[in-house]
């Protein structure tokens, strides 16, 4: 695509629902088998783990605080989408266990699943103009100013929670966590890269 090209709002909404959809079915693989992730999705569902409550209205919390950083540093229009991600994606995960349930998942294709599922969720919001909030808009922001990849920020900060984690979930689910979260992350890293997709 040249510059002057860009997504319609139909293509966005498309895009968005895609990416939240996805995002969604990652969740379930990933409370399903008891795993923990980075970003503020892995510290709403450390949360919810710990105190019970549901994953949906945590991750909408803990994003509260990223939304001025997306509307001062990636702009109006890209905050307005990430909050409609996040809200979505906050409604979605509420409901969709209802909907879909696992009669066999093993902890390696679990983490394996999640980390394409959801790495092409991200993809899905990141070429839409959006995110899903929290560490990914300051990932994205870096990228933009420095040319730093988004993925390799995320999985710098991901390892820093995963530092944590073995006092909080036992170490083999640690270990499969942290192989969903390198999957993702390496999704991002190797294919977002802004002078192949430009536009927004």
Same mark, same amino acid.
């Given at each position: ?28 693989? $990933?409370?399903?088998? %008891?795993?923990?992730? @980075?970003?503020?999705?892995? !510290? &709403?569902?450390? *949360?919810?783990?710990? =105190? /019970? ?71 899905? $919001?990141?070429?839409? %103009?959006?995110?899903? @909030?929290?560490?990914?808009? !300051? &990932?994205?922001? *870096?990228?933009?100013? =420095? /040319? ?53």
């Amino acid at each position: 695509m040249t510059a002057t090209e860009k997504h319609s709002l139909i293509e966005d909404a498309q895009g968005i629902a895609f990416g939240v959809s996805m995002a969604s079915f990652g969740v379930l693989i $990933l409370t399903h088998l %008891g795993f923990v992730t @980075g970003q503020t999705a892995g !510290l &709403a569902i450390l *949360i919810s783990y710990a =105190t /019970g409550w549901g994953f949906g209205p945590v991750f909408f919390a803990v994003n509260l605080p990223f939304y001025w950083l997306g509307y001062k540093r990636m702009g109006l229009r890209f905050m307005i989408k990430t909050f409609v991600a996040v809200a979505s994606l906050s409604v979605l995960t509420t409901i969709l266990p209802s909907h879909i349930a696992f009669a066999t998942l093993t902890p390696v294709v679990g983490a394996i699943l999640f980390g394409f599922v959801t790495g092409a969720a991200l993809m899905a $919001l990141f070429r839409h %103009g959006s995110s899903l @909030g929290g560490i990914g808009i !300051l &990932a994205l922001y *870096i990228q933009e100013k =420095t /040319g730093f990849r988004a993925g390799w920020t995320q999985l710098l900060f991901d390892g820093a929670l995963f530092i944590v984690a073995p006092g909080l979930r036992d170490l083999p689910t640690v270990a499969y966590s942290f192989l969903g979260a390198l999957v993702v992350n390496l999704v991002i890293a190797i294919n977002h890269r802004k002078d192949r997709y430009i536009a927004t």
